[in-house]
T-cell receptor, first 115, second 119 residues
């Protein structure tokens, strides 16, 4: 069974540009999560999508946005890039339910560098 | 809001040494607790979990007990191996009310602890 995949592996942008990161969840998973792993700051929750809807959002500015497609894949868009947006962006997927916790499976990440 | 605090690293041990990585948390609800591991060059993996007070999660010789009274979830292993060298993250998931029930979607992570084990 294929795991969570992310593309591209690396992305280099300049300040002010837009970045688009993509994620494909494990087959059968409807929930997709985005996390930012900036150097020295640990993992910060960004966004959670399920069935095409945004379920929760972390403490990030509106220029961080995303969407989930009917096939449950997801895009993360970062507008007006700033130097501090340089980080590893991790995507995770899980089943969705209203009882208990479903394990989140993580992808390998996209390394975004803003120059 | 929710937060997780891990002991600062890096931690360097000799093979067969005892490992403890401290983790404490604050949460608004009754969270589930987790340890994730990130091996060099690999993605984040769930190592173990505990969903209620006094639960002990265990996997690959690692253990952690959910201590509600001290809001802690310390990771332990009796005898580490070189292959345990990795970054370890403590995390929690607070229940989020949803239509039809409760979900545990968002993970709040600690800063991570780098463990290096020497032969």
């Amino acid at each position: 069974e294929a795991g969570v995949t992310q593309s591209p592996t690396h992305l280099i942008k300049t300040r002010g540009q837009q970045a688009t990161l993509r994620c494909s969840p494990i087959s059968g998973h409807t929930s997709v999560y985005w996390y930012q792993q900036a150097l020295g700051l640990g993992l910060q929750f960004l966004l959670w999508y399920d069935e095409g809807e945004e379920r929760n959002r972390g403490n990030f500015p509106p220029r961080f946005s995303g969407r989930q497609f009917p096939n449950y894949s997801s895009e993360l868009n970062v507008n007006a890039l700033e130097l501090e947006d340089s980080a590893l962006y991790l995507c995770a997927s899980s089943l969705f339910g209203t009882v208990g916790f479903y394990e989140q499976y993580f992808g390998p990440g996209t390394r975004l560098t803003v120059t | 809001g929710d937060s997780v605090t891990q002991m600062e690293g890096p931690v360097t041990l000799s093979e067969e040494a005892f490992l403890t990585i401290n983790c404490t948390y604050t949460a608004t609800g009754y969270p589930s607790l987790f340890w994730y591991v990130q091996y060099p060059g690999e993605g984040l993996q769930l190592l173990l979990k505990a969903t209620k007070a006094d639960d002990k999660g265990s996997n690959k010789g690692f253990e952690a007990t959910y201590r509600k009274e001290t809001t802690s979830f310390h990771l332990e292993k009796g005898s580490v191996q070189v292959s345990d060298s990795a970054v370890y993250f403590c995390a929690l998931s607070d229940p989020t009310p949803m239509a039809g029930g409760t979900s545990y979607g968002k993970l709040t992570f600690g800063q991570g602890t780098i463990l290096t084990v020497h032969p």
